[in-house]
């Protein structure tokens, strides 16, 4: 356990709402990212962040915004949801020590149903 | 662009038989490579990685991959599966080096159901 909370769990939502979803972590990693996870193409990068206030764009941005305000929080804004939308999402962080690449460690992920 | 190709989309196999997953990657400098597994219903867990030095990497539950730089590949292997092995298995690359902002390219995942 990486101490990643993710919440909601589970949400249902129509198309043009408002939907964001937390990432919550205990252990002040500097680096966190969000993914979608679809059948056929695996996981794919949405937004990560690289420290408090500081974000930036992965591979699936659009219609997706980030904000981190504290080290420990890192929330997703879906600011008008699509049904393309739809899909798990996974938060992660990554511990950095030394200057070293360390693996991902994935929070037990959002599943999001747009209607 | 940086890509990360799985070739076996669902694979099916009985108990005790060999398993071996196909991943090639495609960037010319250094990388770091991993298999993580998940299980159903289940958040994705680190099998196994490859930063540098010996190319054939042991993973946990008895799983190992081969890096071979010069086939862009990195295979997962395991000798003997089990039916507890029954999950979706995603091989990602980062870009390596100090400057490396840890963006993981994922494959499209490979769904492993075996047979008791």
């Known amino acids: 356990d990486a101490g990643i909370t993710q919440s909601p769990r589970h949400k249902v939502t129509e198309t043009g709402t408002p939907v964001t979803l937390r990432c919550h972590q205990t252990?002040?990693?500097?680096?966190m990212y969000w993914y979608r996870q679809d059948p056929g193409h695996g996981l794919r990068l949405i937004h990560y962040?690289?420290?408090?206030?500081?974000?930036d764009k992965g591979e699936v941005s659009d219609g997706y915004s980030v904000s981190r305000s504290k080290t420990e929080d890192f929330l997703l804004t879906l600011e008008s949801a699509t049904s393309s939308q739809t899909s798990v999402y996974f938060c992660?962080?990554?511990?950095?020590?030394?200057?070293?690449?360390?693996?991902?460690?994935f929070g037990p992920g959002t599943r999001l149903t747009v209607l | 662009a940086q890509s990360v190709s799985q070739h076996n989309h669902h694979v099916i196999l009985s108990e005790a038989a060999s398993l071996e997953l196909g991943c090639n990657y495609s960037?010319?400098?250094?990388?770091?490579l991993f298999w993580y597994v998940q299980y159903p219903g289940q958040h994705l867990q680190l099998l196994l990685k490859?930063?540098?030095?010996?190319?054939l990497v042991k993973g946990i539950k008895g799983f190992e991959a081969e890096f071979i730089k010069s086939k862009f590949s990195f295979n997962l292997r395991k000798p003997s599966v089990q039916w507890s092995d029954t999950a979706e298995y995603f091989c990602?690359?980062?870009?390596?080096?100090?400057?490396?902002?840890?963006?993981?390219?994922f494959g499209q995942g490979t769904t492993l159901q075996v047979k008791p």
């Open positions: 992660a962080i990554r511990p950095t020590s030394g200057g070293a690449y360390n693996e991902q460690f």
């Open positions: 962040s690289y420290g408090v206030k500081d974000t």
């Open positions: 990602a690359a980062a870009l390596g080096g100090s400057s490396n902002t840890g963006k993981l390219i």
């Open positions: 960037y010319g400098g250094t990388v770091n």
């Open positions: 252990e002040n990693h500097r680096y």
């Open positions: 490859y930063f540098s030095g010996d190319p």
